[in-house]
């Protein structure tokens, strides 16, 4: 047996993981099963399996066997990159586009900058600010919002930490939408609580499924996201909010409703959490109409919760920068913020159009900022991922939204992060062509 052996074994089950044939969490075939079929000793898949572990591809545990390692690093699902190539996975708006009043309302903020703001703020920000907050909650269907149940949060990232780390403990089940933002996937992960999906149907998630998963799994939390649902781009209406909400009203968990993508509705339809307000945590920030970098999250949440809520924020990060909050409110009170999400919104449609025209047709939400894209059946989505990477495509393979990782028909492509119409064009093309190729087939034994 040549040496190299074990290596081309390797190779080739990496290529079956990149492939889906070993999903990710999936356990691997015992050592004499792969053995026999590859003609060679359990001793080679051994030292296969060693090479695979090295590589971060596959963990082995001592009496239960080898699996396939997950794909829970945020950064390996959602690259921020920019500079060479062409990048369709991260979901950030067309910030060329809110340049020059960003700029400008910097600018005028720093002029009117005065002592107040360079100290420490009372609670989890100033009143000015929370109030502005509340403009752009009640804005986007928040009919509830007050200054009294408004918090600050460093962007909704910070927001989804601090409610999962708030309301629930270690081992506490969290119900999400079967497919998902993997930030959640993520928290959850790192602080060990167990995600369980909800299944979802034609108009996000299912009343039925979510009733019965808060009989028999308990969760603590359930987590939606009603408009241009990340990945899935479904946004609910009028009928299946207040559905949800009624499910809700009987259970004791409680609903944390983001709606990052509210703005970018065709109509504005009141809250879930608006429908149960004891019960119903709203979170958003202006990453996605303004700009990610100022980290300027919104929280509005029960108000038996606010006082625990401080204490955390007060905790973990004293309280988010005034900063930028102090732009954020200039942005919102002088209506400038509503401008740039709605232009912001007319670029998604625009370049929504210009993917369906390359691509399509396909089912897609007409402003949203991401498609969900079907991959035609000889393509699993860590292959042509893995593939797309090398013609200088960046975008997210659809495993990294699923709770359990089986999810590999689809992959999700943002459509803002290129800030040419024509480099955007020029890779959707580069997409065409490599979807109607086949996958080269990986070496055999
Ligand atoms: C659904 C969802 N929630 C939260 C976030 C994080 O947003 P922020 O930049 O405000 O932390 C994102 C970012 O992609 C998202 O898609």
């Given at each position: 047996?040549?040496?190299?052996?074990?290596?081309?074994i390797?190779?080739?089950?990496?290529?079956?993981?990149?492939?889906?044939?070993?999903?990710a969490n999936?356990k691997?075939?015992?050592?004499?099963?792969l053995a026999?079929e590859?003609n060679?000793?359990?001793?080679?898949?051994?030292?296969?399996y060693?090479?695979?572990?090295?590589?971060?591809?596959v963990?082995?545990?001592v009496?239960?066997g080898?699996?396939?390692?997950?794909?829970?690093?945020?950064?390996?699902a959602?690259?921020?990159?920019?500079?060479?190539?062409?990048?369709?996975?991260?979901?950030?708006?067309?910030i060329?586009?809110?340049?020059?009043?960003?700029?400008q309302?910097?600018?005028?903020?720093?002029?009117?900058?005065?002592?107040?703001?360079?100290?420490?703020?009372?609670?989890?920000?100033?009143?000015?600010?929370?109030?502005?907050?509340?403009?752009w909650?009640?804005?986007?269907g928040?009919?509830d919002?007050?200054?009294?149940?408004?918090?600050?949060t460093?962007?909704?990232?910070?927001?989804?930490?601090?409610?999962?780390?708030?309301?629930t403990q270690?081992?506490?089940?969290i119900?999400?939408?079967?497919?998902?933002?993997?930030?959640?996937?993520?928290v959850?992960?790192?602080?060990s609580?167990?995600?369980v999906?909800v299944?979802?149907?034609a108009?996000?998630?299912?009343?039925?499924?979510?009733?019965?998963?808060?009989?028999?799994?308990?969760?603590?939390?359930?987590i939606?996201l009603?408009s241009?649902q990340?990945p899935?781009g479904?946004?609910m209406g009028e009928?299946?909010?207040?559905?949800i909400?009624?499910?809700m009203?009987?259970s004791?968990a409680?609903?944390?409703?983001?709606?990052?993508?509210?703005?970018l509705?065709?109509?504005?339809?009141?809250?879930?959490?608006s429908?149960?307000?004891d019960?119903?945590?709203?979170l958003?920030?202006?990453?996605?109409?303004?700009?990610p970098?100022?980290?300027?999250?919104?929280?509005?949440?029960?108000?038996?919760?606010?006082?625990?809520?401080?204490?955390?924020?007060r905790a973990?990060?004293?309280?988010a920068?005034?900063?930028?909050?102090?732009?954020?409110?200039?942005?919102?009170?002088?209506?400038?913020?509503?401008t740039?999400a709605?232009?912001?919104?007319?670029?998604?449609?625009?370049?929504q159009?210009?993917?369906?025209?390359?691509?399509?047709p396909?089912?897609q939400?007409?402003?949203?900022?991401?498609?969900?894209?079907p991959?035609?059946?000889?393509w699993?989505?860590?292959?042509?991922?893995?593939e797309?990477?090398?013609?200088?495509?960046?975008?997210?393979?659809?495993?990294?939204?699923?709770?359990?990782?089986?999810?590999?028909k689809?992959?999700?492509?943002?459509?803002?992060?290129?800030?040419?119409?024509?480099?955007?064009?020029?890779?959707?093309?580069?997409l065409?062509?490599?979807?109607t190729?086949?996958?080269?087939?990986?070496?055999?034994?």
């Amino acid at each position: 047996m040549s040496e190299a052996k074990f290596r081309d074994i390797a190779q080739l089950i990496e290529a079956r993981i990149d492939e889906g044939v070993y999903p990710a969490n999936a356990k691997l075939p015992p050592h004499r099963e792969l053995a026999a079929e590859f003609n060679t000793t359990p001793v080679t898949i051994s030292k296969a399996y060693k090479l695979l572990a090295e590589l971060k591809r596959v963990e082995s545990f001592v009496g239960r066997g080898t699996f396939v390692i997950g794909p829970s690093a945020l950064s390996t699902a959602i690259q921020a990159k920019d500079g060479e190539g062409f990048n369709f996975s991260i979901l950030q708006p067309c910030i060329h586009l809110n340049l020059r009043q960003v700029r400008q309302a910097y600018r005028d903020a720093t002029e009117t900058l005065d002592v107040s703001l360079l100290a420490y703020a009372e609670q989890s920000g100033h009143e000015a600010h929370r109030q502005s907050g509340v403009k752009w909650l009640q804005r986007f269907g928040v009919t509830d919002a007050s200054i009294e149940n408004t918090l600050l949060t460093s962007g909704a990232q910070q927001a989804l930490s601090l409610v999962i780390n708030t309301l629930t403990q270690p081992g506490d089940v969290i119900a999400a939408e079967s497919l998902t933002y993997p930030g959640i996937l993520a928290v959850a992960e790192l602080s060990s609580r167990n995600v369980v999906p909800v299944e979802m149907d034609a108009q996000g998630l299912c009343p039925k499924a979510l009733k019965r998963v808060l009989k028999t799994d308990k969760p603590k939390l359930v987590i939606t996201l009603p408009s241009h649902q990340n990945p899935t781009g479904i946004t609910m209406g009028e009928k299946r909010k207040a559905e949800i909400a009624k499910v809700m009203a009987t259970s004791s968990a409680y609903l944390v409703e983001d709606d990052i993508y509210a703005f970018l509705n065709d109509e504005v339809i009141t809250s879930i959490s608006s429908r149960i307000p004891d019960k119903g945590i709203y979170l958003t920030s202006l990453s996605k109409a303004i700009s990610p970098a100022m980290r300027c999250g919104y929280i509005k949440a029960p108000l038996h919760l606010i006082p625990l809520l401080n204490a955390h924020i007060r905790a973990e990060i004293w309280l988010a920068s005034p900063l930028n909050f102090m732009v954020a409110t200039q942005l919102i009170d002088s209506n400038t913020a509503f401008t740039l999400a709605e232009g912001q919104r007319s670029e998604a449609k625009a370049r929504q159009r210009m993917t369906e025209n390359i691509l399509g047709p396909f089912e897609q939400t007409p402003s949203g900022f991401h498609v969900w894209l079907p991959l035609p059946p000889h393509w699993s989505a860590e292959r042509f991922t893995t593939e797309a990477k090398k013609e200088g495509i960046t975008l997210s393979s659809g495993v990294h939204f699923s709770a359990n990782g089986k999810e590999d028909k689809h992959v999700r492509l943002s459509l803002m992060a290129i800030a040419s119409r024509a480099t955007f064009e020029e890779g959707l093309e580069t997409l065409r062509q490599l979807l109607t190729k086949k996958p080269l087939p990986n070496v055999e034994f």
